[in-house]
């Protein structure tokens, strides 16, 4: 016979080999797939609210070392009990019915109440078809190669169910990997997770969730990212917060804005920081906006749309000249962001957690000025540093008492 290979990428998942098989003699076939890449970090579990006949077309993609479920008939197929396939949720109940009517003339006369048995299965398979009541679909793979397709992509689809799990030692033997013996470190589970938190949305007040991520910025240090997405209103928000101490020192970052290419450099603005253009007259206090970590045109486009949306600069109780200044601000913040306009981007942190990327790096950035300097007495007094006291405060505690 022939087999065929074709190499291809299901979209929102990844790159799958499927072989298809078939005789001109006999004319058998068979088709299976493999996963194009490796074995993924985590293991996936797919759960799947089926209600419809649409959701039985619903592609996926089964590797050999998945399992599929279905707990209203306390049906299994097992890991390893059948070769990868790229089909739908149809297809896999089809195959199940295929393989067990295979053997049963024989049980018909060996044994006439197995085959019974399995005879009225088989009809309750069928009828999962016919999708008279829903029933949930289960497809728990430990290489996090399986699939199972969201037709609402990218949006996100409520009767699906995405897992991601850390595979246990047993899984690992199983699919051939070496088990670490060591216990797993739980700062670096904290750098590969996005870990999840219930909270509520700070415009409608509906419960929303927050991803937060423990990022590093290269040539500076560890950030918590905070975002949260509320699904009820769309709002969306973004927060970022340092990983790390408050520095020795203050940090004073200058960049002379002179081509258009500095508005891609990465920036990382605390809530400490405060922002200064001199050519505008404009200074950014600490506080506003909130801990960013963007790129200089975003931050300058918060900028402008704080400017610009402010109802008490530009609303109808503004005066005139009020306007007519707030507009020529507007204007040239533009051209600046548009690259047709040179200026000086200055951000004054006293904690000494902001960063400005140096394209350069590790060498020199001719646009570039980093300065550090001692905080003065009011600077500690508002980040708090006057009245805390790390050292030598548990014998005051005991004697206290």
Known sequence: GVTRLLLTRIPFFKEIIVSSFSCDSCSWSNTEIQSAGRIQEQGVRYSLAVTSRQDMNREVVKTDCASARIPELDFEIPAFSQKGVLTTIEGIIDRAVAGLEQDQPTRRATDQEVARKIDEFIGKLR??????????????????????????????????????????????????????????????????????????????????????????????????????????????????????????????????????SDMTRDILKSETCSVEIPELEFELGMGALGGKFTTL??????????????????????????????????????EIIEGKAQAHFIMDDPAGNSYLQNVYAPEEDPELSVQRYERTFEQNEELGLNDMKTEGYEPEAASGR
């Open 127 to 260: 009828q999962l078809k016919e999708v008279s009541s829903p029933f949930t679909f289960i497809l728990d793979d430990p290489s996090g190669n399986s699939f199972v397709e969201n037709p609402q992509a990218p949006q996100r689809d409520e009767a699906l169910v995405v897992t991601h799990y850390r595979r246990s030692p047993q899984q690992c033997a199983m699919l051939g990997l070496e088990v670490d013996a060591r216990p797993p470190d739980a700062a670096e589970d904290l750098r590969d997770e996005v870990l999840q938190f219930n909270t509520n949305c700070p415009e409608c007040n509906a419960p929303a969730s927050t991803n937060m991520k423990l990022v590093q910025i290269p040539h500076f240090k560890e950030v918590i990212i905070m975002a949260t997405n509320c699904d009820s209103c769309g709002h969306r928000t973004n927060e970022v917060k340092s990983g790390g101490a408050i520095e020795p020192q203050g940090t004073r970052i200058t960049l002379r804005i002179t081509d258009p």
């Open 297 to 334: 045109e975003g931050l300058l486009k918060d900028i402008h749309d704080l400017v610009e949306k402010n109802p008490f600069t530009l609303g109808d109780s503004s005066t005139a000249s009020r306007t007519g200044k707030l507009q020529e601000f507007i204007g040239k913040l533009q």
